[in-house]
């Protein structure tokens, strides 16, 4: 079975005291095995709310319809014995480790213990440790580290300490949510170092999730970007940070200045605006009131994703077919 | 609406001095405040409660005639059940158990407030100073508030009436001077926090003094937290007041509900069933003390939105 | 299978036993701290006093003029201030508290006598109380805003604000003395029946029933605080992201909620815990007044009547140093618990 994940339509709504708020709209997304995908957006757009619904672990507020395919089956629909088993041994989740994803008070060897004790209640705790001290070499940490406590370790080692840890389970997908912001420029890259070497090494699936562009169009294969909760453009990755089609990708990614590219240093960048607001949607094209490119008609109707190329969507239609 | 405001028209609109706009805000702030506050049910009700407890107070001497206190002139039997005279019937002396608590409310919520007053007071300046100074004040006053924080209240306060002597002012006062101390650290820590906020470190860059700085910056921003505490703590002084009286460290010469539970056990209303002289005072107090608690949890909510919904 | 990028600076993490023995020894250089404090506040509590000291602190005991000055040689009251200061300091610390007024025995025997009753109704109160406290609030937290929980809640609230000798005297009212059709099964105060042999089974049994009602009123008053502690702490900790990644690994909701929520909810609790101390002495005193409970607290409150000055200093002393040992073991206990503190 080659399709590893398979998004078809997934929408998601909060429901509350004030009503619907639509938070991710008819999203598609094909990820397969030895792939990186990128997932682009500003904070708020849905990107890692798309992610949760992966292992079912959107709020229980929020009304989920669609599908979420993972190696054929729906996740939304499965079974809970099913989806505990799958999840961390089917697939993980790399959550920003600098912030609170590491319970304080238990020594980071036994975290990343915990999912291989779940899942295979018989093995023996020498045989535990032993994948343990791999586990860390892997991600270039001492294997004597595992006796730590989270607050005694680093930015970037905790951030390690999340990798070795969604490892644990030999998993076929791993979901990478922000996993190099709050950490400085040279951690970083030894990091995206790390996720990438093991994507090759290991064959899994990766879904990469970051407001970073640049740090995207480096490590991954194809890009998706997201707006306001939609998709609004898709393809390889160096075609949509290179040549974006759709405004905002192109916003977005010229919002990271290029080293060297004399242009990019007199272009202006940046969006004047904020992102939209769910609860309250602008009518026709979320992005039209911030889009250079905007017409009237952009505000009638939601734009489709329309296809240009063998691998290229974008949902604008101020967007010529080439 | 000020005068300047209403002469305002399309042509020339008012420019409001600074003061007038920081008013404005700051009653804007107060009007999102209340509408949160009143979105609480228990704080609402904990509020109607207080209302109606602070109306029984200050109209004691309508709906009571103070001669019901005055133990020459009571009338009614010893320790009569509840009757049409006497609807909570009589006190050991013959008084009327319900004009007593009505006029013991007064003195209740008396001593609550005032100890409450002296509380503040001396915890909201310790916590001040001890937050926003560096150097050895600081670390004294806080070292004196741990070291008073470790004392046990009740021994405390026991020994200091059995020396200062019994009197209204005196309860107050022990009470005051013995939970202060965790005002103190509320305060202590919120200070800190808000001193290391950006805009405190470019006020002193612009040359603003110390008071200065705590009067405009400080206070204002710790001010909610002491008006949401202050609630929680007069709940505390009440509950210590009737319980020193009821150990009776309280004025002899007046009624409050804790006076009035000395005396049901002094006499033994326990075992002979009044229950109409253990019940009440005590129901009182629990009411009352629900209600200020209702009601500073539901300024806390407000002022941490995070808390919402608990 | 090794990637290893240039490993940052190898710290091995300091030996744990190292880190909390630094703690402990922080702690309880505390205490001392406290303890002197309090020695100091209660030495100047007691020279307040209006009037000659020996006539008042002497009342009644001596006729002649020799007793007098024996007994202002031997606490010093006619030395200036710092030597009387020395002096107690002295007698406190090797055990001598000074003569009751009232019992005309030494202060440290009395205190010794007194003390179990106080210790058995305010352990046995405190332990139930934190264990049933903790669990309600957990529960409540839990399933936040059902059933349970509003009853609970409510409950709580009522308790926390209800004087806890007032809930005592209702309870003898009803299950001592009987009410309506509740009979009065239990004794409605003392520790023993006059016949009763403590030392023997049946002894031990009576004085059993007889601490009941006390040890209910008090676990009563106590757990409301416990439980409202930890139902908060524990929706603060609901909110946290390391849960969301238990949950991800695939565990159950329960053992997310036992295995890492409630332990990180459990250091708040346990701070709260130790800072009720005081309040957990104000009700051995209260409580042990409502049910004649010989104990230190009906000891203190006798003392008042006299007043048996000494004998409330001493108690006051024995009080405070109660409250600092539980703080200190409260602390020493969180450092086990939570390893930020010790590093």
Redesign the interface.
């Known amino acids: 079975m080659s399709d590893l994940l398979r998004m078809r339509d997934v929408s998601l709504t909060y429901r509350t005291e004030e009503g619907d708020v639509p938070a991710v709209r008819d999203v598609n997304l094909d990820l397969d095995r030895g792939e990186i995908l990128g997932l682009a957006g500003e904070s708020g757009c849905g990107k890692s709310t798309v992610a949760s619904t992966i292992l079912r672990l959107q709020p229980p507020t929020a009304r989920v319809t669609g599908e979420v395919l993972f190696e054929g089956e729906d996740v939304l629909t499965m079974r809970w014995g099913d989806l505990r088993a799958l999840r961390w041994a089917g697939a993980s989740i790399v959550f920003q480790g600098a912030l609170h994803s590491l319970n304080p008070v238990r020594r980071v060897g036994d975290q990343i213990a915990e999912p291989i004790h779940l899942h295979d209640p018989d093995i023996s705790d020498k045989k535990v440790e032993a994948r343990v001290g791999e586990l860390l070499e892997q991600v270039g940490l001492p294997a004597a580290r595992a006796r730590a406590y989270p607050h005694q370790l680093s930015g970037g080692q905790k951030q390690r300490i999340m990798i070795a840890m969604a490892l644990a389970c030999r998993p076929r997908l791993i979901v990478a949510d922000e996993p190099t912001t709050a950490l400085d420029v040279m951690v970083q890259a030894q990091v995206l170092h790390v996720l990438s070497g093991l994507v090759h090494e290991l064959g899994v699936g990766m879904l990469m999730i970051s407001h970073d562009l640049s740090v995207l169009a480096d490590l991954c294969d194809r890009i998706v970007v997201m707006y306001g909760g939609r998709v609004v453009e898709q393809g390889p990755s160096k075609l949509v940070f290179g040549e974006a089609l759709h405004p905002y990708a192109a916003a977005l990614s010229a919002a990271f200045p290029r080293v060297g590219d004399p242009a990019a240093r007199f272009a202006p960048s940046g969006l004047p605006g904020d992102p939209p607001d769910p609860a309250d949607l602008p009518p026709g094209c979320s992005f039209a009131p911030r889009c250079p490119r905007a017409i009237d008609e952009c505000t009638r109707a939601l734009p489709e994703l329309r296809s240009f190329g063998a691998d290229r969507q974008a949902a604008c239609i101020r967007v010529e077919q080439p | 609406m000020s005068a300047a405001e209403h002469e305002a028209t399309d042509e020339h609109p008012v420019r409001l001095s600074a003061r007038q706009l920081a008013r404005r805000r700051r009653r804007e702030s107060f009007m999102r405040g209340w509408r949160t506050f009143r979105r609480n049910r228990s704080g609402m009700l904990g509020l109607v409660v207080l209302g109606l407890f602070a109306f029984i107070a200050l109209a004691a001497p309508l709906l009571a005639s103070a001669e019901g206190l005055e133990v020459t002139k009571a009338t009614g039997g010893v320790l009569e059940p509840p009757s049409s005279e006497y609807w909570l019937g009589t006190d050991d002396q013959g008084r009327s158990v319900l004009t007593l608590l009505i006029w013991g409310a007064r003195i209740s919520l008396f001593v609550g407030l005032a100890a409450t007053v002296i509380s503040m007071v001396i915890g909201t300046l310790v916590g001040l100073i001890s937050g926003y100074s560096s150097g050895w004040s600081a670390a004294v006053l806080f070292?004196l508030t741990?070291?008073f924080?470790?004392?046990?209240?009740?021994?405390?306060a026991?020994?200091?009436a059995?020396?200062?002597g019994r009197s209204l002012f005196n309860i107050a006062l022990v009470i005051g001077v013995t939970s202060w101390p965790?005002t103190a650290l509320l305060i202590r820590s919120q200070t800190l926090s808000i001193k290391e906020r950006a805009y405190i470190e470019r006020a002193r860059v612009l040359g603003a003094g110390r008071w200065h700085q705590i009067r405009k910056h400080v206070l204002p921003n710790v001010m909610p937290m002491v008006f949401a505490n202050t609630t929680l703590t007069v709940?505390i002084a009440i509950?210590a007041e009737?319980?020193l009286s009821?150990?009776?460290?309280g004025d002899p010469t007046r009624v409050s509900w804790g006076s009035m539970?000395e005396d049901?056990?002094q006499v033994g209303a326990?075992?002979t069933?009044a229950?109409w002289f253990?019940?009440p005072p005590?129901v009182c107090?629990?009411l009352v003390?629900?209600a200020f608690?209702?009601v500073g949890q539901a300024l806390e909510e407000v002022l941490n939105p995070r808390l919402k919904?608990? | 299978m090794s990637l290893t990028t240039a490993p940052t600076a190898v710290e091995t993490p300091r030996p744990r036993r190292r880190s909390y023995g630094r703690y402990v020894v922080g702690k309880v250089a505390g205490s001392v701290?406290?303890l002197a404090?309090?020695l100091v506040?209660n030495f100047f509590?007691?020279r307040?006093?209006p009037g000659d000291p020996a006539r008042t602190l002497g009342r009644g005991r001596f006729s002649t003029a020799e007793q007098l000055a024996e007994f202002n040689k031997t606490y010093a009251l006619d030395q200036s201030l710092p030597q009387q200061f020395v002096t107690y300091v002295k007698n406190t610390l090797t055990g001598d508290l000074g003569i009751s007024l009232k019992y005309r025995v030494p202060v440290s025997d009395l205190i010794l006598d007194r003390m179990w009753p106080t210790l058995l109704l305010v352990g046995t109160s405190t332990i139930l109380a934190a264990v049933i406290g903790v669990w309600l609030g957990i529960r409540g937290a839990w399933k936040?805003?059902g059933a349970f929980d509003k009853v609970s809640t409510g409950s709580s609230?009522?308790l926390?604000?209800?004087?806890e000798?007032?809930l005592g005297?209702?309870l003898?009212?009803v299950f001592a003395?009987g009410?309506g059709p509740i009979p009065g099964i239990f004794p409605?105060g003392g520790l023993h029946s006059v016949e009763a042999d403590p030392g023997t089974l049946s002894g031990v049994l009576d004085t059993a029933w007889h601490l009941t009602l006390p040890v209910i009123t008090l676990t009563l008053a106590y757990l409301a605080e416990y439980s409202l502690i930890m139902r908060?702490s524990l929706?603060d900790e609901l909110g946290e992201d390391y849960l969301t990644t238990a949950r991800a690994k695939g565990l159950r909701d329960i053992t997310v909620r036992n295995r890492h929520a409630v332990p990180n909810a459990l250091l708040p609790t346990t701070t709260v815990i130790a800072?009720s101390?005081?309040?957990i002495?104000?009700g051995a005193?209260?409580i042990e007044?409502?049910f004649s409970i010989p104990g230190l607290g009906l000891l203190?409150?006798e003392a008042?009547e006299v007043?048996d000055y000494w004998v409330?200093?001493g108690?006051?002393m024995v009080?405070?140093a109660?409250?600092?040992f539980a703080?200190l073991v409260a602390n020493l206990l969180y450092g086990l618990l939570d390893p930020r503190v010790r590093t």
């Open positions: 070292r741990e070291w924080l470790v004392i046990p209240f009740l021994p405390l026991i020994v200091l059995t020396v200062l965790s709940a509950l009737t319980t009821f150990l009776g460290l539970l049901a056990f326990i075992t069933g229950w253990i019940v005590g107090v629990v003390v629900l608690t209702l919904g608990r | 701290g406290s404090f309090v506040v509590l007691f307040v006093l936040r805003g609230l009522t926390y604000s209800m004087p000798w007032w005297l209702l003898i009212a003395v009410w409605t908060s929706l800072l101390m005081g309040y002495v104000a005193i209260t007044t409502v203190g409150v008042l007043p409330l200093q108690t006051f009080a405070s109660g409250v600092i703080n």
